[in-house]
T-cell receptor, first 112, second 112 residues
Framework: DTGVSQDPRHKITKRGQNVTFRCDPI?????LYWYRQTLGQGPEFLTY????????KSRLLSDRFSAERPKGSFSTLEIQRTEQGDSAMYLC??????????FGPGTRLTVL | GENVEQHPSTLSVQEGDSAVIKCTYS??????FPWYKQELGKRPQLIID?????GEKKDQRIAVTLNKTAKHFSLHITETQPEDSAVYFC???????????FGAGTRLTVKP
């Protein structure tokens, strides 16, 4: 499969725990985006990488969220001290242009 | 920042009829307007896009129009088919900015 992949697909955690998600973009894509989507809403931008550089971060993103893309390939998104409001689908997208073209299947996070 | 409003939230049409979904945006500096289709339980897919230097773009049964003066753009689907049933999201991106804002989505149902 040469598309965008994400792991895990589902994560259930207790409030206060830390979680980490992984995204593997299409291999030749240098741009990587993270979005969050809640039920009945459109995706909400979280952060953007070009190669290994994190160039943009949403002002809505609290300091409990951190993302990395250490070698310009896969990326990780970590949420520390999870809250129930963090429950959502976390989507990764990659592209070689300036817009998110190809989305991954998402990681569904449930915080109990 | 940019604010995107989308309507209607739900749309039901008979197979073969046309469907139109409309979006408005707030920031006149937005210059790129994609549309995504998201089938139930699946990832968003980019289906068509338009840039601010173009008024209309067509790809087989789908077309997008842009009115920069009024700051609104629309998706038109002709000869709808049951497989067109999905949630459609519009989005708008500011020039030289990766924080793309999505509308809340339109659930389109095509009845056979």
């Amino acid at each position: 499969d040469t598309g965008v992949s994400q792991d895990p697909r589902h994560k259930i955690t207790k409030r206060g725990q830390n979680v980490t998600f992984r995204c593997d973009p299409i291999s030749e894509h240098n741009r990587l985006y993270w979005y969050r989507q809640t039920l009945g809403q459109g995706p909400e931008f979280l952060t953007y990488f070009q190669n290994e550089a994190q160039l943009e971060k949403s002002r809505l993103l609290s300091d409990r969220f951190s993302a990395e893309r250490p070698k310009g390939s896969f990326s990780t998104l970590e949420i520390q001290r999870t809250e129930q409001g963090d429950s959502a689908m976390y989507l990764c997208a990659s592209s070689s242009t300036g817009v998110p073209e190809f989305f991954g299947p998402g990681t569904r996070l449930t915080v109990l | 920042g940019e604010n995107v409003e989308q309507h209607p939230s739900t749309l039901s049409v008979q197979e073969g009829d046309s469907a139109v979904i409309k979006c408005t945006y707030s920031d006149s500096a937005s210059n790129y307007f994609p549309w995504y289709k998201q089938e139930l339980g699946k990832r968003p897919q980019l289906i068509i896009d338009i840039r601010s230097n173009v008024g209309e773009k067509k790809d087989q049964r789908i077309a997008v129009t842009l009115n920069k003066t009024a700051k609104h753009f629309s998706l038109h689907i002709t000869e709808t088919q049951p497989e067109d049933s999905a949630v459609y999201f519009c989005a708008a991106r500011l020039y030289n900015n990766n924080d793309m804002r999505f509308g809340a989505g339109t659930r389109l149902t095509v009845k056979p």
